[in-house]
């Protein structure tokens, strides 16, 4: 599904360079639930951004259903990005200015898709993660497992194949942070969706059919 | 796609209520200004009353003459004479009228005292011309040869001097002459130059002697010809007649040798006066003049809005990640953007609109300019929009590149 070869990430700044991932080799399969692990500042988010096109490595290789992607022009990026991934983030990053369902619908807009058929699946998506009863609340008044459904509720409405998770439960009390987790648990397994989930938490990554290890930028498998 | 632009547009006007208010303050304020000269600009140029048929009205008043020595006189200087031998013979066209500019006279009545423009012209004018008329009608070519002494009056004439009574087959005197009334017209506006007056009396009733054979005239206030062509495609021949007579101009005065002029648009005449050194129109060149001091106005408010809408992106980072994220193209967000502030320059817009309303009421109830009447038509209200959108534009396109050069990665690192 998603193939890494010796991916190295350097950010440089104008006296600096730091290096913040080094020779990755990886390779997620289809229908596969990895975990990545490690401590703060070791490289676990750029990993995700990269595999999720939202950065490009310095060296190496990604390939997305065994295409080379590295140096795709921004609006083919931006139709691989719509169509093959879905993203959750920690912060969850739902716009404040929007109602639920009209956030759910955002990946949709950049889609040929006519207004009633965006909303009908947007609130099929949201019955998927059991807020059907909140559609037209603002993120506002949710609380954050709330918020954390409604963004897996967008990160799915456009049924892509991968789900990139960045610390989905970082910012949930334990009870909030299972149920997101037993939400993603069942995409994977009754939908066949790939996952791959950066966390901190030892417990969680043990429920994941993989763990990657990443120190200092590099993998310790 | 568009409706949720049109709600992210409409919930960021409401988020920051005094940006909000700076930003449509200034948008309204610039385009009121814009909408206040469109309005001059059309009550000058535009099609009204008179000048109904004026896409088939061309007119002969600029000219330049020089001497050998390299003198030169230009503006409406030529006589009647030139006119009635190098415009009047001209066959294409329908009709051609001569006329002067008009004048001021000073009469009284019952020890009232009135200062009325007065024109002189020929029956021609008022085919060419289409004024409404309120009562009776103009005089006729007959009327002209007889030197019949009988006069057009304005409304505003008849309310003065007449007390609004029916003014038709009554007399005024202007100066020693007394004039039978025959027609009763509407208003016309100081701006409409050419047609403009408030008593128009017959060319022949002049105490010039109009066929001296000269071509430049020291009569104040000087001639002008005005030709109707019989339809629009008969316009380049009709310059081409004239510009044959007037390489075939007799110089009888003696010192000039050279002319330059036309028959031609209002608006060519203008573009010949300042862009053309008075030979040549040059309307191209007016128009770009005109829209780079359009635009040299706009550049403060435009850069003032660019600041306000840099700050508003920087704070909706998140927004751009998360677009991005899920499948916008950069080229997609910039769209959104500049529709976004298209929206809010219109809404700018529409405020302007009823702004301007009450401006050019004020400005036409002042009396600054004799029978000045500034209208919102449809032709305003369209090139007001067409301008809020351009400003949209404007103001819009750099900033909405900055935001689509946000990295997304970089954006959706931080917090909400």
């Known amino acids: 599904m998603i193939k890494l070869s010796n991916v190295e990430k350097v950010y440089r700044t104008d006296k600096i360079e730091t290096l913040a991932l080094k020779d990755i080799n990886l390779e997620v399969k289809k229908g596969d639930f990895l975990s990545v692990m490690g401590p703060s500042g070791c490289g676990k988010s750029t990993l995700l951004n990269i595999m999720g096109l939202l950065d490009s490595p310095t060296r190496g290789k990604i390939e997305i259903e065994n295409r080379p992607v590295n140096n795709l022009p921004d609006k083919k990026m931006a139709y691989l990005r719509n169509h093959k991934i879905g993203f959750v983030f920690q912060s969850f990053h739902l716009i404040n200015d929007l109602s639920v369902v009209d956030n759910v619908e955002i990946p949709l807009l950049y889609r040929r898709i006519p207004g009633s058929e965006r909303r009908r699946k947007a609130l099929a998506a949201l019955a998927k993660v059991g807020l059907s009863t909140r559609t037209k609340h603002f993120p506002s008044q949710l609380s954050g497992g709330q918020r954390q459904r409604v963004a897996i509720a967008r990160a799915i409405v456009g049924q892509p194949e991968i789900i990139l998770a960045d610390e989905p439960t970082g910012n949930l009390d334990?009870?909030?942070g299972q149920e997101i987790i037993d939400i993603l648990m069942d995409l994977n397994k009754k939908d066949q969706t790939t996952i791959v989930m950066v966390t901190h938490d030892e417990r969680i990554a043990e429920q994941t059919n993989h763990i990657v290890r990443l120190f200092d930028g590099s993998q310790v498998n | 796609m568009f409706k949720n632009y049109l709600k992210i547009a409409w919930k960021i006007l409401l988020r920051h209520k005094?940006?909000?208010?700076?930003?449509?303050?200034?948008?309204?304020?610039?385009?009121?200004i814009l909408i206040v000269i469109t309005s001059f600009i059309d009550h000058t140029v535009g099609r009204q009353a008179p000048e109904n048929r004026q896409n088939r009205i061309l007119t002969a008043t600029y000219f330049r003459l020089t001497t050998e020595s390299g003198g030169n006189t230009v503006g409406p200087?030529?006589?009647?004479?030139?006119?009635?031998?190098?415009?009047?013979?001209?066959?294409?066209?329908?009709?051609?009228?001569?006329?002067s500019f008009h004048k001021n006279v000073i009469t009284y009545k019952d020890k009232k005292k009135f200062?009325?423009?007065l024109k002189y012209t020929d029956g021609e004018f008022w085919n060419i011309y289409d004024f409404k008329f309120l009562e009776?009608?103009?005089?006729?070519?007959?009327?002209?040869?007889?030197?019949?002494?009988v006069a057009v009056i304005t409304a505003d004439v008849r309310k003065k001097y007449f007390e609004n009574q029916s003014a038709v087959g009554e007399y005024i005197q202007l100066g020693e002459n007394s004039y039978r009334v025959i027609g009763v017209v509407d208003n016309v506006s100081l701006l409409r130059i050419l047609p403009y007056s408030d008593v128009w009396v017959p060319i022949t009733l002049s105490k010039a002697n109009l066929m001296e054979p000269k071509i430049v005239t020291n009569e104040?206030?000087?001639?002008?010809a005005a030709v109707l062509a019989r339809s629009r495609s008969d316009i380049p021949a009709i310059k081409a007649e004239f510009r044959k007579h007037l390489s075939q101009v007799e110089f009888t005065d003696g010192h000039f040798n050279a002319i330059w002029g036309g028959v031609e648009r209002y608006s060519e005449t203008i573009s010949r006066v300042f862009m053309g050194s008075m030979k040549e129109p040059n309307l191209p060149g007016l128009m770009l003049v005109l829209f780079l001091l359009m635009l040299l106005f706009m550049i403060l408010p435009t850069i003032n809005l660019v600041n306000i809408n840099i700050s508003r992106i920087m704070e909706r980072s998140s927004e751009i990640g998360v677009r991005k994220a899920f499948g916008a193209s950069s080229k997609t967000l910039v769209g959104q953007f500049i529709v976004e502030n298209i929206i809010i320059t219109l809404l700018g817009g529409i405020i302007a609109v009823f702004l301007a309303l009450i401006i050019l009421s004020i400005i036409n109830n002042s009396g600054i300019i004799p029978h000045l009447h500034l209208v919102m038509n449809w032709r305003v209200f369209y090139k007001s929009m067409l301008i809020a959108v351009f400003f949209g534009f404007l103001s819009g396109v750099y900033p909405a590149y900055k935001m689509s050069r946000l990295h997304p990665a970089e954006v959706l690192r931080g917090g909400e």
Not at chain 2, 136 to 149: I, L, Y
């Open chain 2, 115 to 117: 200062n009325f423009a």
């Open chain 2, 220 to 224: 104040f206030p000087g001639y002008f």
């Open chain 2, 77 to 99: 200087v030529v006589s009647y004479y030139f006119l009635d031998r190098y415009v009047r013979s001209l066959k294409t066209p329908e009709a051609v009228t001569i006329s």
């Open chain 2, 18 to 32: 005094l940006f909000t208010f700076i930003s449509l303050f200034g948008i309204s304020f610039t385009l009121l």
């Open chain 2, 136 to 149: 009776g009608k103009g005089f006729s070519s007959a009327d002209v040869e007889q030197a019949t002494p």
């Open chain 1, 174 to 176: 334990s009870n909030m």
